[in-house]
């Protein structure tokens, strides 16, 4: 079988989301499905600037066997595989430590999601609680969120998950929760601005710099 067009296209996606800044150094991965039984995932600790689709790994869906690639795959592999099963509407989930959403990852509130995001984020933005990078345990806390209609977690104190029945979807998915995640904590800045007239200065500057970040 060959796997070449979906290896580069892992590739691509990793350039756009290291050019966009949702992607830090070898922060970040993804997991691609290509059929049936077999994902292609982002290899792990490897500089997205310089990998090429040979670093792409194609893995076994069911037990994550790879079945072609030279390197190691991500260690939060089992973290997207856990969705890729419950959920056999994804084509593409992706992991993310973008600063915005993971700030609001940090203070662990499930979020609301507005009419005209649900589309592409489902219904609300819900939190998974905390466990180590890679772990199972990881995997299992985030397992117990998946559902039909959410396709963005908060992955508590780490970072993001989101999902799409393509990876067009699952990268809008990243781009609706940056913007979600700052107006959700622009209004939460504001309103602290608004009752302590001493730190109100200090706060404009967090609120311009959130503005230059995640323009609206
Ligand atoms: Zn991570």
């Avoid at 039984?37 to 037990?63: E, I, K, N």
């Avoid at 997207?80 to 099963?85: D, K, P, Y």
Wanted: hydrophobic fraction near 45%.
């Amino acid at each position: 079988m060959n796997f070449e067009a979906p290896r580069a296209h892992v590739v691509e996606l990793c350039l756009v989301l290291s050019r966009r800044g949702h992607f830090a150094g070898t922060g970040g991965n993804i997991m691609l499905r290509i059929d049936a039984q077999h994902v292609a995932v982002t290899p792990s600790a490897m500089d997205y600037f310089a990998m090429g689709p040979a670093d792409v790994c194609v893995l076994r869906l069911t037990d994550l066997a790879k079945v072609d690639g030279d390197q190691a795959p991500t260690v939060e592999a089992s973290l997207h595989a856990r969705l890729l099963r419950a959920r056999p509407d994804v084509g593409c989930s992706i992991h993310t430590h973008q600063p915005v959403a993971s700030a609001c990852a940090l203070l662990g509130r499930e979020l609301d999601v507005p009419p005209e995001l649900r589309a592409s984020l489902g219904a609300r933005v819900p939190v998974a609680g905390y466990a180590p990078s890679g772990s199972a345990w990881l995997s299992a806390k985030l397992a117990r969120q998946v559902a039909p209609d959410v396709n963005a977690y908060l992955m508590r104190n780490h970072g993001i998950l989101c999902c799409g029945r393509d990876s067009a979807a699952a990268l809008q998915a990243v781009e609706d929760l940056e913007q979600l995640a700052s107006a959700h904590l622009r209004a939460r800045i504001a309103a602290r601005a608004a009752a302590d007239a001493a730190a109100a200065p200090a706060l404009q500057r967090v609120l311009d710099a959130l503005q230059r970040r995640t323009p609206s």
